[in-house]
């Protein structure tokens, strides 16, 4: 995005941030509005000068302000999140773990397991499980679609029991 930027209007990510700061806008809608209005952006460069300039996107937050926003309002949520990262690392020294705004994914070489605090209530574990057939906790990839074959709902720490370790497991191993 960055390039296309400079290579449609000339001027780098950084001008754009000081042309916007010197409107005195803070409201990400009303940035967009006036950099379509005003410069004639699409709304893809609009929304990605909005998201730089406040910085309010992932790539402008720190891995552990990204997990804190994640859990705020949903703490009883964290110890199961901490519960299932301990499992996983001890898989393998080859893990990256990559917190995203509302996820954080577990790559191996590619992304085999998401974390995502899905409700005040419930953790949503997507796995990549190709070739699996979905079994009691688990279940189909529901909202996550592509980015996981399948999902196991977790309300308690208890439940990342030797069961769900061994689907994290294989799709980890499936990962390799």
Not at 16 to 43: M, N, S
């Amino acid at each position: 995005m960055e390039e296309g930027l400079l290579e449609k209007t000339g001027k780098s990510l950084k001008d754009w941030i000081e042309v916007v700061k010197k409107t005195e806008l803070d409201k990400h809608k009303a940035i967009i509005d006036y950099l379509k209005k005003e410069h004639g952006f699409t709304h893809g460069y609009a929304n990605f000068v909005a998201l730089k300039t406040l910085k309010s996107d992932a790539g402008s937050m720190d891995d552990s302000t990204l997990l804190e926003n994640q859990y705020k309002g949903k703490e009883s949520l964290k110890p199961i999140y901490d519960k299932l990262v301990d499992e996983i690392m001890t898989f393998g020294n080859d893990i990256t773990k990559t917190p995203k705004k509302d996820s954080v994914s577990m790559i191996r070489k590619r992304q085999f397991a998401l974390i995502k605090p899905a409700t005040k209530t419930r953790i949503d574990l997507g796995l990549k499980l190709e070739g699996k057939e979905e079994q009691g906790r688990l279940g189909s990839s529901g909202p996550f679609g592509a980015m996981c074959t399948h999902r196991v709902q977790l309300t308690s720490v208890d439940e990342v029991d030797a069961e769900v370790l061994s689907w994290i497991k294989e799709a980890y191993e499936m990962a390799g």
